[in-house]
Every structure is written in C-alpha cells, then in structure tokens.
Nanobody, 119 residues
Framework: QVQLVESGGGLVQAGGSLRLSCVAS?????MGWFRQAPGKEREFVGA??????DYADSVKGRFSISGDTAKNTVFLQMNSLKPEDTAVYYC?????????????????WGQGTQVTVSS
C-alpha cells in the first residue's frame, strides 16, 4: 500500500498562484494530479514519470509538475489561476511505465485538497 497526503490548497484570487504538494509513503513510478469540481467528473490535470510530464490542454502553460524523488514528493505549481480551476485536487500514484491521463492508470489516491479561485 502507498499512502498519499496532499497539502497546499486554499482560496486565491483569479490570476494568483498556489503550489500543491503530495507526499507518498514510498516511491512509485508515476504520480499524477486530477481534479473534480462539484457536479463534474474527475478529470486529468497533469502527471510525471521517470522522464516525462504530461498536462491537460486546459492547464498547459499555466501549471507545472515537478518531483523530489529523494522525498517521494511531487509538486503542482499553479499559476494564472482561473475560477474554473476551482475543484478538489487529488494526487494519484502508480507503477505503470509512463504517466497516464486516465484514472485507471493509477493505483493509489490521496484524500484531496480544495482549491478555490475567486473572481
């Protein structure tokens, strides 16, 4: 089992920035971020593997993912935030060979952290 703990969510004005962190209890091959807004499906935000990153089109150029492998930690830097970015953000991790855009590509999930962007 792998436990994931997210932190860094909060309330920010449109145009502002937040950085989310996710700490895993052990090293995994891939880590990703998903988000779920009220009444909507959980959607892919971005992911990082050994040598690659991937982003949803809606966040490309505004969000970036980085990792600290020594600390089993992944970060999601979110800039130029928009009200439509408001959601609960979930960290996910797994042992696939490369990052996946689907929920099935991950084996473990965190509890989520709320991000609210005011207009």
């Amino acid at each position: 089992q792998v436990q994931l703990v997210e932190s860094g969510g909060g309330l920010v004005q449109a145009g502002g920035s937040l950085r989310l962190s996710c700490v895993a209890s052990r090293r995994t091959y891939v880590m990703g971020w998903f988000r779920q807004a009220p009444g909507k499906e959980r959607e892919f935000v971005g992911a990082i593997g050994w040598s690659s990153t991937d982003y949803a089109d809606s966040v490309k150029g505004r969000f970036s993912i980085s990792g600290d492998t020594a600390k089993n930690t992944v970060f999601l830097q979110m800039n130029s935030l928009k009200p439509e970015d408001t959601a609960v953000y979930y960290c996910a991790a797994g042992y696939r060979a490369s990052p996946s855009r689907t929920r099935e590509g991950y084996d473990y999930w965190g509890q989520g952290t709320q991000v609210t962007v005011s207009s």
